[in-house]
């Protein structure tokens, strides 16, 4: 282990997919030079004595967050991290139902600390999402064969044209873009993160509890935007994201669903999801709605000069922003 790269996953009352799926089909993929961890977000004990054993027979390092949500998490394996590997660069953080392709491990890895993506506050990926219309067993065949495909590649509360909020070719012509060069999104796929650790330490990030997890990765990154700091997807780097798995381990599959029934009361997709609400908190925060791109207009000026404003202005049928 050169302790220059972390690997994992945010859990809550979770283990049995952490353990039965996402463990051996994701980070065991991991070699040895990266750190492996899992923060747990407040999970019931007994859940917590699941993860504690899971970790312990995988040698996963297993941390327990000090405040509620996400963000905290992301900011306890940050100081975990500064404090026992110091040297550490990168943070990939997975949801439980995700995962690279093989042979993208080591490479993402390699790319990480060529120093080429050292300028950039998160780095996403190029995921075959199930419940967004991609099948995992064609994805993987397209990936293996050599055929480049661009897939779920980001997400797009900003950019007027075309006007939906994910980067993916149902919603955007992506006939320019080139699927082997690096490129700029608003916010990386959030299935799967990789974190500058330098970035975010250095760019007073602030994180809130406000957020469990929906909205959560989105508000890191707006405001590395807003902070000058430009995200990227590396478009080579392949991964699934099958989360109608979830079905099995008797969890709903659908976030923004489950995150509805908890605020309803249903007790069991709180306990996975929380309870947040977090198109209010998006709002409070930023001023505009994350699903109306249209209010942005109302406090563009306090945005002015930003990464965020050039996003506002781009059309993306032209190609991404930038490219790399």
Same mark, same amino acid.
């Given at each position: ?15 049995? &997919? ?31 004595a699941q993860g504690q054993e899971i970790c312990t027979e995988k040698g996963i390092n297993f941390l327990e967050n000090? $405040? ?17 590997? #110091? =040297?550490? /660069? ?58 480049? /495909? ?6 797009? #509360?900003?950019?007027?044209?075309? #006007? ?23 916010i990386p796929n959030w299935m799967a993160v990789a974190l500058n650790l330098e970035k975010y330490r250095t760019s ?13 990765? =989105? ?15 590396? #478009? ?8 109608? &798995? ?10 923004p669903t489950a995150l509805k029934a908890a605020r309803a009361g249903n007790k069991a997709a709180e306990r996975i ?6 198109? $209010? ?10 699903? /109306?791109? =249209? =209010? ?9 000069? $930003? &990464? ?17």
């Amino acid at each position: 282990m050169n302790g220059k790269l972390a690997c994992g996953a945010f859990s809550r009352n979770n283990y049995d &997919l952490f353990g039965e799926f996402f463990v051996p089909i994701c980070l065991d993929k991991f070699g040895d030079r990266w750190i492996k961890l899992t923060v747990d977000d407040f999970s019931d004990e007994k859940d917590v004595a699941q993860g504690q054993e899971i970790c312990t027979e995988k040698g996963i390092n297993f941390l327990e967050n000090d $405040t509620r949500g996400l963000q905290w998490s992301i900011q306890k394996a940050s100081d975990w991290l500064e404090q026992y590997f #110091p =040297d550490c /660069k990168w943070l990939v953080i997975f949801q439980t139902d995700c995962f690279l392709f093989q042979g993208c491990h080591e490479d993402l890895g390699d790319k990480l600390l060529s120093g080429n993506f050292n300028d950039f506050g998160t780095v996403g990926f190029n995921i075959a999402a199930e419940d967004l219309g991609f099948n995992i067993g064609d994805a993987q065949r397209d990936y293996t064969s050599g055929v480049d /495909k661009l897939m779920v590649v980001g997400r797009s #509360p900003l950019v007027k044209s075309p #006007p939906a909020h994910w980067y993916r070719p149902s919603c955007v012509n992506m006939s320019r873009w080139d699927p082997q060069r690096p490129f700029a999104v608003e916010i990386p796929n959030w299935m799967a993160v990789a974190l500058n650790l330098e970035k975010y330490r250095t760019s007073s990030i602030i994180p809130t509890d406000e957020y469990h997890m929906i909205h959560a990765w =989105d508000d890191i990154c707006m405001q590395f935007l807003q902070l000058g700091i430009m995200n990227v997807c590396i #478009p080579f780097i392949h991964g699934g994201h099958v989360p109608l &798995l979830k079905k099995s381990f008797g969890m709903m599959h659908h976030s923004p669903t489950a995150l509805k029934a908890a605020r309803a009361g249903n007790k069991a997709a709180e306990r996975i999801i929380g309870n947040a609400d977090h198109s $209010t908190v998006w709002t409070k925060r930023w001023g505009w709605s994350y699903d /109306k791109k =249209d =209010d942005y207009n109302a406090v563009s000026r306090k945005y002015a000069g $930003t &990464l965020m404003e050039q996003f506002r202005d781009h059309d993306l049928t032209l190609g991404p922003l930038r490219v790399y």
